[in-house]
């Protein structure tokens, strides 16, 4: 199976970051928020930070962002203010919203949880977080060395916590059902793991897949896409404990970031200014 570009369009600012909830959302390096409909025709965008945000996810008709101008920023999705969560100890990088919570992870290890805009609970697991997971009661947080698993209960506990697991792995990572889709400690391959206590998170299979640093990580419909400074953007089926490949495409630039808005269908966000729609057919 291949992948083509179907759409493309470009922009006056460097994209840095995106989010999807039934459009496309861009944070740019100049602070501001862009939106895109599926077919990348721009929509409503607006200054959401002095400088560039360093997280961005949107769920429920809600943008939530984050940059080192302050605490979490909650949008409509047309860029109307709805909150400001207080600004933490240190910068946030990661953005994560499972069910009614919000989970939010700084540089110096802390992870906020909030609901409906009140902060409810606060865990640190000792390192930077520069992204998480979430699969209730477990939640996924990794640096640059290891995954460190972790149970958290925020509806009974704001403090206290279990740590379950660490394995070797770094950012980026997500949940696809009840796998968990770990960037490699190398940066250029991506493990699979079974994301359940009782099989001690193990390890199924592992793949490189890009020849440099991996930079973008999405997955939707039991498929995994990838993407990184080799410019190729790749799509893997998640079928009987293994990745298996689906198709890539040479997009000729670094990727910055990378989501996807389906099994079959993606948006890559390049150096230079350039947002491209890749599809598989």
């Known amino acids: 199976m291949s992948l083509s570009i179907v759409k493309e369009t ?10 999807w909830n039934n459009k496309l959302f861009v944070g740019a390096e100049n602070g501001s928020i862009l939106t895109f409909d599926a077919n990348l025709s721009p929509g409503t965008s607006w200054t959401a930070h002095a400088v560039q945000p360093f997280a961005i996810t949107a769920s429920e008709g809600k943008v939530y962002s984050a940059s080192n101008d302050g605490g979490v920023r909650v949008w409509t999705l047309n860029g109307d203010k709805i909150a400001e969560y207080s600004a933490s100890e240190a910068d946030i990088g990661s953005l994560s919203v499972s069910g009614k919570y919000v989970y939010t ?3 110096l290890g ?3 949880v909030y609901e409906q805009n009140e902060l409810i609970a606060k865990y640190n697991v000792l390192e930077e977080v520069k992204d998480i997971a979430i699969s209730p009661p477990f939640m996924f947080t990794a640096r640059d060395l290891y995954v460190t698993v972790t149970e958290v209960k925020p509806d009974q506990s704001k403090d206290r916590f279990i740590t379950q697991h660490v394995m070797e792995g770094r950012a ?3 949940m696809c059902g009840s796998y968990l889709v770990v960037t490699s400690r190398s940066g250029n391959s991506i493990q699979l793991h079974n994301a359940s206590l009782d099989t001690k998170f193990k390890k199924l299979h592992e793949v490189k897949v890009s020849d440099m640093i991996l930079t973008g990580l999405s997955v939707s ?3 995994a ?3 990184g400074w080799d410019g190729c953007v790749r799509r893997w089926k998640i079928s009987e404990d293994k990745l298996e490949s689906a198709g890539e495409i040479n997009l000729g630039a670094c990727i910055n970031a990378l989501v996807a ?6 948006y890559a966000l390049l150096t230079g200014g350039r947002i491209v729609n890749v599809k598989a057919s």
């Open 110 to 112: 802390n992870i906020y």
């Open 10 to 19: 470009k922009i006056d600012t460097e994209p840095c970051i995106a989010a």
């Open 105 to 107: 992870g700084d540089e």
């Open 172 to 174: 980026p990572l997500r």
């Open 261 to 266: 808005s389906s099994g079959d269908n993606a």
């Open 225 to 227: 896409w990838t993407g």
């Open 221 to 223: 419909d039991g498929f």
